[in-house]
């Protein structure tokens, strides 16, 4: 079955623009996770979707929102970028079962650079 | 809060040896670990997780990990490397509470040469 979909793979933008990525789970799956990947920080966690709610967010200012649709698709946007949100931004997706962890199933991210 | 620490950040070994990637973690909590892969320009794939029960758990392409509760420490070991094991793998936890919020370590680069 086709795996995570995430677009753009890449893209440029200017210090005060804004971007969208978009994130397309498995079949199925209901719970969409973002990841922000970057060399310094490492792999941090922004926040999870469930049923298109925000089930659980981590510590990223407000700058950084997200949503996700019915047919479990999600979207997350950066406001007012910085220099520092430079970074590969990954999804993962999963069935969202409730309890016990599930594997989590990454996309191949999509990577912003700001200038 | 929990913490990873992947105690090397780049492990150069010769194809066909033995290799141990190193894991600590530090939280108030139960968790539960994992260990992810990272090709180039790819996402992340799962290798293994310890959710309970045996502390010895046995993942894909040979790779097996030793969960030590007393020393907090969940090492990646694989007897013998092949040259398409080179990736950068990242040990993970999660709480019990918040299975989908994982905290990563700083990952560790494997370099397999030949």
């Known amino acids: 079955k086709a795996g995570v979909t995430q677009t753009p793979r890449y893209l440029i933008k200017t210090r005060g623009q804004q971007v969208t990525l978009s994130c397309s789970p498995i079949s199925g799956h209901r719970s969409v996770s973002w990841y922000q990947q970057t060399p310094g920080q490492g792999l941090q966690f922004l926040f999870e979707y469930f049923s298109e709610t925000q089930r659980n967010k981590g510590n990223f200012p407000g700058r950084f929102s997200g949503r996700q649709f019915s047919n479990s698709r999600s979207e997350m946007n950066v406001s007012t970028l910085e220099l520092g949100d430079s970074a590969l931004y990954l999804c993962?997706?999963?069935?969202?079962?409730?309890?016990?962890?599930?594997?989590?199933?990454f996309g191949e991210g999509s990577r912003l650079t700001v200038l | 809060a929990q913490s990873v620490t992947q105690l090397d950040s780049q492990v150069p070994v010769f194809e066909e040896a033995p290799v141990e990637l190193r894991c600590n973690y530090s939280s108030s909590v139960s968790v539960y670990l994992f260990w992810y892969v990272q090709y180039p320009n790819q996402g992340l794939q799962l290798l293994l997780k310890?959710?309970?029960?045996?502390?010895l758990v046995k993942g894909i392409n040979g790779f097996e990990a030793e969960f030590n509760k007393s020393q907090t420490s969940f090492h990646l070991r694989k007897p013998s490397v092949h040259i398409s094991d080179t990736a950068e793998y990242f040990c993970?936890?999660?709480?019990?509470?918040?299975?989908?919020?994982?905290?990563f370590g700083s990952g560790t680069q494997l370099t397999v040469l030949p």
């Open positions: 310890y959710l309970s029960g045996s502390t």
């Open positions: 993970a936890v999660s709480d019990l509470g918040s299975a989908r919020q994982l905290t």
């Open positions: 993962a997706s999963s069935l969202g079962l409730a309890g016990g962890p599930e594997e989590l199933f």
